[in-house]
């Protein structure tokens, strides 16, 4: 059944619980008041102010000591990150190929983690480890693979091999897919509901105001087939746009809310979905995207609870894409995972120029899905290759046997987006990390007549309506594994931005590798965004030695 369609004034007497939506420009909160015997209350005249900010603010300074002559903008820091919660996992292990050599994983597509930690480096600090996810530094960046011809098969594959420039005796194989570009005029309808957190905590510079810039900007790339609703959330959840293509009714609505009250996040979920499957577009685009800080705290907040909500959702057609914003009581771990479990992406938004990135640069990606359920094995020659390991995508690990099972859920590509997964391996011969065992044999095993294949890359996939997976493969060639060349050009940076992630870990296994080492392998480079990873690594060199 359709949701009944409401003015500007009125409230959903189950839903709203106290939602004051005034017109004329005045602004929209949503308190955590209830309202009686199931009667919608309206509060006439302006709202009341809303609570304090729950952290202290205080600008940064203009410059940072950490690098010099690099500037720094002002920009506004919470005094208590502590409250910040992650789920970081540890290093990858290193693997021996003679006894593990498959190596399984789903795509990740997601930049959050990369911004993140731009963030806490502007701010004049390292970033926590398990804050950093090393797939999402590497994927924050585009590189030259070649493009699909067509709509048939939606991506590209793509390797290479090179000297790994912090280790001599081992070497980097890089695999890159490249997503199909979706032609503006090919793009399908799309049916979207912004679920905007109004609480108390989002009452802060970098989080609403930001959030309302962000979505602004996202209304402006709408087509005439397309519509946006509105959804908010404090201590209760309220409609306050139906369906519309109107820019301007969509900022106008964006710019009248305010922040104050709780944080019902689960019940804002709840009626987003139920918005989403009532405007719902055959065929088309069906997309909850929720901007927050993450900080759930009244109703559905318990993780597995809201997790399998969104899965019973994402079965039914319906994504979720998770827009992060602030600090101080930021919960990236709620943000990341249950983006994951939606069949969307996270990105996490530091300013007015990520939100452009995100949803007006790269809208495309961020929203229309091009393949489903995407995931990598690659099983390695163990007569060639004698350990390796995965620079990331730890959260991203599946079992060998999930690779056949189309039931196992897995990341999802967007139409242009690019997924790089970069080894670490040791060719038979050369030292490794792990050395020769008492009662094992030093002898590599028969290649069983394969010694020109180093591995053998394998890629399943769902197109967007599909149920049955698709399989490609691949041959990697062990020809010029011992004579490899130090990384150049795309190469040489994406191993630069693998080793940063690494670095920001604290994994021991880059040795004395050092942030300058980093800068000097990225190399110079003028797309801006390149530009400023080197201003970042030179940042993060000075607060090391603090």
Known sequence: ??????????????????????????????????????????????????????????????????????????VMVATDPGRERYDGKEVSPVKLAATEPVSTFSVDVDTGAYANTRRFLIQG???????????????????????????????????????????????????????????????????????????????????????????????????????????????AAGLVLEPTNDTRKIREALDRLQAGGSTAGGAGLQLAYRVAEDNRIEGG?????LATDGDFNVGVSNRDALVAMIEKERDSGVTLTTLGFG????????????????????????SALEARKV?????????????????????????????????????????????????????EIGAGHQ???????????????????RYGTDAPPAAGGKPGELAYVKLRYKLPDGDTSRLIE???PSAGLRDAALPRGDMAFAAAVA?????????????????????ALAGRQSDFWRQEFLRLAAVADGLSAN
Not at 37 to 57: C, L, Q, Y
């Open 1 to 74: 059944m359709r949701l009944a369609k409401l003015s500007a004034t009125t409230c959903l007497a189950s839903l709203l619980a106290g939602c004051a939506a005034n017109d004329g420009g005045e602004s929209i909160v949503v308190t955590g008041q209830r309202a009686q015997d199931g009667a919608a209350e309206t509060t006439a005249g302006p709202p009341p102010p809303p609570p304090a900010p729950s952290i202290a603010i205080m600008p940064a300074p203009a410059m940072t000591k950490a690098a010099p002559g690099y500037y720094v903008p002002p």
């Open 125 to 235: 600090a390292l970033p926590p480890k398990d804050a950093v996810r090393t797939e999402e530094m590497i994927n924050y960046f585009r590189y030259a693979y070649p493009a699909p011809e067509g709509r048939a098969t939606p991506f590209t594959v793509s390797t290479g091999m090179a000297r790994t420039p912090w280790n001599p005796e081992t070497r980097l194989l890089r695999i890159g897919l490249r997503g199909y570009d979706l032609p503006r005029k090919e793009r399908p309808p799309a049916n979207l509901v912004f679920l905007v957190d109004v609480s108390g905590s989002m009452n802060s510079p970098d989080k609403l105001p930001l959030v309302k810039a962000a979505l602004s900007g996202l209304a402006g790339e709408l087509q005439r087939q397309d519509r946006v609703s509105i959804v908010v959330y404090a201590g």
């Open 285 to 289: 685009v069906n997309r909850v995207i």
């Open 327 to 350: 600090t101080g009581n930021y919960n990236e771990a709620m943000m990341e995972q249950i983006a994951d479990h939606g069949n969307g992406n996270y990105a996490y938004i530091d």
């Open 359 to 411: 949803l007006t640069d790269e809208m495309a990606s961020t929203l229309f899905t091009i393949a489903k359920d995407v995931k990598i094995q690659v099983e390695f020659n163990p007569a060639v290759v004698s350990q390796y390991r995965l620079l990331g995508y730890e959260n991203r690990a599946l079992r060998e046997e999930d690779f056949d099972n189309d039931k196992v859920d897995a990341g």
């Open 419 to 437: 997924v790089t997964a970069i080894y670490e391996i040791v060719p038979v011969g050369a030292k490794g990390w792990i050395g020769p065992r």
């Open 474 to 476: 691949r041959v990697v």
């Open 499 to 519: 080793a940063f992630g690494q670095k920001l870990r604290g994994d021991p296994l880059l040795g004395d590798y050092s942030y300058r080492d980093i800068a």
